[in-house]
């Protein structure tokens, strides 16, 4: 047990705002409501602006409402005020959403373009597992009028691979235009010259297809072309089989698979036009609506031969950028590396949630899809026709100095590893990873790894505690003098080692981040918890935290999280995790958080 906390008799009446919760927990409010150790100024400052009209319930007070225990009465918390306040006020406050690690967001600005946000997007939607003979659905493209109406009401984005031929194309575009009536994005009078905002496609669908230029017909053609289509499309339904038909409406089939997109269909793309990529100095690149699609792989080609041009792309057109097509069972690239790159769009599979997944977590969270880029990210405001430059990612934007500091307290009715249902034997301990972005990232040289993720390079883990409702006894995780820190793009979460990702989802996808683990058994090459060296020369990328259960075997996880570190608040706070699959649990973590960047 930690000497600076000065704990109360367990064995004490518990107030009944809090009965439910660990013992552990309680014992440690107890100590710091009665200034041992007391709460940093800032946070003290919080406390004393603290009010309990219009606030929002937190990670506790959720299913523990506010008490009105005359047994929280006495003592009262002051440690930096004149006007002490009763325990009862800081339990509260603690059991509030003030009391979350993780800051609330803020209300953004929606009125930049779209190309001045990163967009939290999937990959192949349709299948519900593997790459290759997964089931489809289309339920995920059925809730979008749901998602915008109810929801939110922030743009969603639908991109379309298509592979049918003509005919099956024209009943797409009427599919497309029934069900999304009233949503899709009508082209503007002339030809477009920028980009919109978010704001101003609220409610709206926009398509992003392949774009192909509008034939120059008269309007009776058009019209006659389309009677046309569909008689034959009747004629076609009406017909009768024979071998012959059959025969050849397969080659015809053939000839239309391999057909370009029809233009009524590549109309639905008003800003978001997709483009074969052919390099950075094409026409195509300065197309204000353009969309360039690029496997991780072409990337990481592009990044090593034209890194800085990319990055001044990316501030004023957008990009889009998938995992590559060996990766069979779902996994995923690190999207940090491609967010730092100024990828807007880096869709993930959501059919695994691995760590890439983690990391899509802790970028969106709370943000309805869409989170604006930092500045130095961003283009101009009023159009998109100020080219490229040379300037690399390392020089648009001012790099800092981490010193992070978690002093991990005990947890409280943390999850159980998946499969596994007996608290008895469950011992968890806390790993927490620093992982950084590499030097080449922000020189433009080539990235080793490709962009694929990897075990971090600094790692540090707690002792293990006991059942559901352990004490960590206080124990100070600590990373000192961190240099090149993005603090937008940097993440702090829970989470499981490389070695079990690999095992459990066929990937390690684990750099950019830094991770608190509660997982379920000690890799025995990880056994030593090396000391961070200072001064390093890196960029964070997230830190998550990893819960894992110490047995012989593997390390299972049992929960995690993952916060944006501009988001992550100091002070005594408690971490609400996500259980192994993704899920929110009843779990949290109290914690100490010191933070430093200069």
Known sequence: MASSYDLPDRRSTIPSILKTFSPHVLAYLKAIANNKPPLPAEQSK?????TSAG??????????????DPDLETPRVAPHHSAPFPMKDFFDYMASAEGDAAMAPVEQDLT????????????????????LYSESSTD???????????????????S????????????????????????LVKPPSGRPEQLPSPGELREKILIKVKYVAPEKVSAPATAEKAAKTRMRRKKSAESSSSSDSDNQGSEDARKQ???????PLSALGVYTRSYHFKDLSSPEANVPCHVFSLSEKKFMNVHGSHGPTLFSHNRNYLMRAFPSGTRVTSSNLDPAVFWRKGVQIVALNWQKYDAGMMLNEGMFAGSGGWVLKPKEYRGERGGQNAGVSDQSQADAIAHKTLSLSI?????????????????????????????????????????????KSSDGEFKRKTKHGRGIDPDFGGERVAFSDVRGVVEQLCFVSPGRSGEYLERRYGTSDLSATSDLLLASTVDPNDRESPIVNSKLMCNVENYRFKILDDEIGKDDLAAWACIRLDRLKSGFRFIRLLDAIGKPSRGSLLVKIEKSLI
């Open 160 to 183: 379309l691979e298509v592979h049918a031929g003509h005919e099956q194309q024209e009943v797409m575009v009427e599919i497309i235009e029934q069900v999304w009536r009233g949503l």
């Open 46 to 50: 919080e406390l004393g602006g603290y």
């Open 407 to 451: 002093d991990i307290l005990a947890g409280a009715r943390l999850p159980l590893p998946s499969g596994d249902h007996d608290s008895g034997g469950f011992k968890p301990y806390v790993k927490c990873e620093l992982h950084v972005e590499k030097q080449e990232e922000r020189t433009g040289a080539a990235i080793e790894g490709g962009g």
């Open 257 to 263: 698979k391999q057909s370009s997109i029809i233009e």
């Open 140 to 158: 995920a493209y059925k809730n979008v009028r749901a998602s915008l109406q109810e929801e939110d009401d922030l743009p969603v984005i639908v």
């Open 112 to 131: 930049y373009p779209i190309s001045n946000y990163f967009i939290n997007s999937s990959h192949n939607t349709y299948l519900t597992g593997n790459q």
């Open 55 to 68: 606030r929002q319930p937190g990670l506790l007070e959720a299913s523990n409402p506010p008490s009105q």
